[in-house]
């Protein structure tokens, strides 16, 4: 049986910390699906259709990964797509605690859906989205903390 794992996030925008989960989570599953998340209460800086479309570049040329929207229940998602696994990077203690009430939260929805963490490497440790988007809006220099491929 194939093992799926499902990294659903907003990515508004993504960042080389969520490049670097994904790769490792390839190294762990047989498909990691990239779940674009359509909060309608949620300001974001990009449609999700360019996200979509960034991601989609960034990673065109790894057939393992699927890049897909959803707005749904997580968990319900994972259904969807035959997922087992949500994959989730961790980048402080925070993120744990925080990610942790998610994952048990998940847990009681459906018992078989695995949260899976991963760390993020220390150098990758202080990016977040939030900041890149300030970075992007105040017209500074981005780069250095998204993907090669990125483009806006």
């Known amino acids: 049986m194939e093992k799926i794992a499902l990294f659903p996030g ?6 080389k910390g969520h490049e670097e989960i994904i790769k490792k989570g390839l190294g762990l599953f047989d498909k990691v699906v990239i779940g674009v998340g359509v909060n ?5 800086l990009f449609s999700v259709e360019d996200r979509l479309r960034i991601i989609s570049e960034i990673f065109k040329d790894e057939p393992r ?12 998602f994972c259904k969807k797509i035959h997922a087992g696994f949500i994959l989730r990077g961790l980048r402080s203690g ?15 929805l459906d018992e078989h859906i695995e ?7 220390p150098s990758y440790s ?14 500074g220099d981005y780069s250095k903390f998204v993907p090669k491929g990125f483009k806006i």
């Open 10 to 15: 907003s990515f508004d925008p993504i960042t």
């Open 40 to 44: 309608a209460g949620k300001k974001t």
């Open 65 to 76: 990964i699927v890049i897909m929207q959803y707005q749904s229940l997580t968990v319900d």
């Open 94 to 108: 925070l993120d744990f605690e925080y990610e942790q009430s998610i994952a048990f939260a998940n847990k009681e």
């Open 115 to 121: 949260t899976v963490f991963l760390l993020s490497s």
């Open 126 to 139: 202080n990016i977040s989205s939030t900041i890149v988007r300030d970075i992007i809006v105040n017209n």
